[in-house]
DNA sequence: CGACTATTTCTATAAGTATCGAAATACTTC
DNA sequence: GAAGTATTTCGATACTTATAGAAATAGTCG
């Protein structure tokens, strides 16, 4: 079973449920199977606009349909919703900074070595190469363009270490961050910038 | 924490997120925060557009914002998506039968005596009271309005007991369901008229 | 306070769609 | 095959809303 979606697919899946009958369609075909004709007494609209929603519920592949005798009888396909949860529940935790997946062997190495498994740093290298490696590690936290205050900084920096004062000159200084003069605002540098720095 | 919600903000959250550009802003905010500006130029649309989508994913706890200098920095709260998510496998998970909200004390302690775990019928009682019971414990399967024909109440019935043929028969004397002489089609009888057969 | 910046609010427009009633279709029954 | 039933399709209308641009607001910096 394959819970990934196109994108489309998504927008679509959520547009059906995003209609007040439709939702109502779904939670009464959530105890049984209806026909038309039912769905809009309960509704209290014309069987068209039933028959409308349910055409579109089922291009979202929420409802199925069998027939019986005269009548076209509606389900719901509770793995549609199942399906959907799975796929929220994915979004739901965060991707991990970019880091992680594009990260050389070595990168891994340094990080595995002086950091905890929740991203804490745990000691610094003397290396300058591996502590190249802990200050990108932490960059991902600051987005381009956004101009931070030094409280801002602190608070961010927090999360790696307690001595927030040390990492923020060393990001200053091996040309991540920029400090401005007067203000005490910082931001983050460029990629191309900082790798000459 | 309250996982459940009113019928209108169910709506409200999946129209939400039934619009591409929301849908793609939700995924940009699940790696980090952005600003209203840099999510402009990553959809390629007006920052008034941006602050209209970013309003409706507020509206619906999506986002939440923090001021940042000049700056408006919008993230996306993933507990809002978790918290959907076992919403959705509630739903998923279809309600059972009319059944067991509303039983008596006797008639919950007859299915027990009479039914295993999943609803099936062990053996038939010979008490008329107790019997119905069971009777009315299969009901809730069959749709008002609808002409079933016969191989289809078999493999209904099925569910409940092999002996599907008595139980057809059963629910007809019984005055439940009604049988019509010549095409052999079955239909459920309206509640007042069966409780007085 | 005055200059400047990002964001929000306002206004108007264009696109999408929920709804109904009528006509067309599909299927059952006799 | 003809009559009857449920459902779908079609055509028209009303309502919602995504979007851009301009004006108003809120905030920062010096």
Same mark, same amino acid.
């Given at each position: ?33 209806? %026909? ?14 039933? =028959?409308?929603?349910?055409?579109r519920l089922a291009g979202a592949?929420?409802?199925?349909a069998r027939s019986e005798s ?11 919703? =199942?399906?959907?949860?799975? %796929? ?7 991707? &991990? ?9 070595? +990168? ?6 002086? %950091?905890? =498994? ?27 363009? $956004? ?15 307690? +001595?927030?004062?040390?990492? &923020? &000159?060393?990001? $200053? ?16 540098? +460029? ?7």
């Amino acid at each position: 079973m394959d819970h990934s979606k196109r994108t489309s697919d998504l927008v679509e899946f959520f547009k059906v449920l995003g209609e007040p009958n439709r939702l109502r369609i779904v939670g009464l075909l959530a105890q049984r199977a209806y %026909t038309v004709e039912q769905l809009g007494a309960a509704l209290g609209v014309g069987v068209s606009t039933v =028959s409308h929603h349910l055409t579109r519920l089922a291009g979202a592949g929420l409802v199925s349909a069998r027939s019986e005798s005269y009548y076209n009888l509606y389900s719901l396909k509770t793995s549609a919703l =199942s399906d959907m949860a799975k %796929t929220l529940l994915a979004q739901a935790q965060p991707v &991990r900074p970019e880091s992680e997946q594009e990260l050389s062997d070595y +990168d891994r190495k340094v990080l595995a070595t002086f %950091t905890t =498994s929740d991203g804490r740093i745990k000691t610094f290298p003397m290396q300058e190469r591996k502590f190249r490696v802990l200050l990108r590690h932490i960059l991902p936290s600051f987005s381009h363009g $956004v101009r931070y205050t030094e409280k801002r900084v602190n608070e961010i920096l927090s999360k790696y270490n307690d +001595d927030t004062a040390r990492l &923020r &000159r060393w990001l $200053v200084d091996f040309g991540y961050m920029a400090r401005e003069g007067g203000g005490g605002k910082y931001w983050r540098v +460029d990629e191309r910038e900082a790798s000459a720095g």
